[in-house]
C-alpha cells in the first residue's frame, strides 16, 4: 500500500463554473517527485466512515521531468451529491487533507520516436497535458516532433487552463492548440477552433500508423470512440495510451 501524507491546502480558484483548481503542498515538508501525467489519490471517508478515494491528475507545470515540486495543483469537477465534492468544494486555505502517490504511466516515453503527438482530453481529462507543457517543449526542441493538442468542451467557458495552452502555442513552433466546442463558438473564433466533438477534428488530423502516438484523456465514451478511429487508421495499440476520467459520487 502506498505511503499517504498530509496536503495542506495553499490557495484555490474557479477555472469554470463546476471547476475548481486547487494548489496544496505537503504538510509534512517532504518533497513531492512526480513525472508529468501522474495522479495522486485524495483519501478520506463517506458519512457512514467507510473509507474511500478519489483520483486527480497533478497539474502542477514543473521543470519537465522527475524533478521535486513544491506545490501540487489539481482540478476538481464539482459533482452533484459526491462525497469528494462534498470535501473539496468546502475546504478553506491551511485546511489540510490526506493523500497518496503518484500513481499511473499516462507519461510520455523516453524512447519515443514518433512524428507527432496527438493529445486529446475532455473536461479535467485536459490537466495532465497542462503538467507536460515544460517536457513537450524540450521534446519538440530535441527531436522537431510536432504536437497537436485537442480540447473538447462544450463552450469557451469550459476550456480549462486555455490561457496557458494558448501563450504555449505562440511560444513554440511545433506546437498547435485546437479546440472542439460541441455546443457554443468562442465569441471570438480562433483558426484552430472546431464545432463539434474531437472525433471529428481527429479525422481531419490524419492519424498515421507510421508517425504517430495518441493519448486520450476524459469522458470514457470519448476514449472509446476515438481509440476505435485510431485503431482503424492502424495504429498500433501501444501508441494509443488511454486514461478514463469517471465522475463518482
Known sequence: MAEQFPLRLVSSYMLAEAVRHLVFERADGLPFVFAPGQFIQVHFHYADGKPTKRSYSVATIGAGDASPIGQIEIAVSY????????????????????????????????????????????????????????????????????????????????????????????????????????????????????????????????????GDIAYLCGNPNMVDESFGLLKEAGLPVPHIRREKYISSK
Open 79 to 210: 459533482v452533484e451529491g459526491g462525497a469528494a465534492t462534498a470535501l473539496l468544494a468546502n475546504l478553506m486555505e491551511g485546511e489540510t487533507i490526506t493523500a497518496s502517490g503518484p500513481y499511473g504511466r499516462f507519461c510520455l516515453f523516453d524512447n519515443d520516436a514518433n512524428q507527432r503527438y496527438l493529445l486529446v482530453g475532455t473536461g479535467t481529462g485536459i490537466t495532465p497535458y497542462r503538467a507536460m507543457l515544460p517536457q513537450l517543449r524540450k521534446v519538440i526542441a530535441a527531436r522537431g516532433c510536432e504536437v497537436n493538442l485537442i480540447f473538447g468542451a462544450r463552450n469557451e467557458h469550459e476550456l480549462l487552463y486555455d490561457a496557458d495552452f494558448s501563450a504555449f502555442e505562440r511560444e513554440v513552433p511545433g506546437f498547435r492548440y485546437y479546440t472542439c466546442l460541441s455546443r457554443h463558438a468562442r465569441s471570438l473564433p480562433r483558426t484552430q477552433d472546431r464545432r463539434g466533438h474531437v472525433q471529428l477534428l481527429l479525422n481531419e488530423l490524419a492519424p498515421s500508423a507510421e
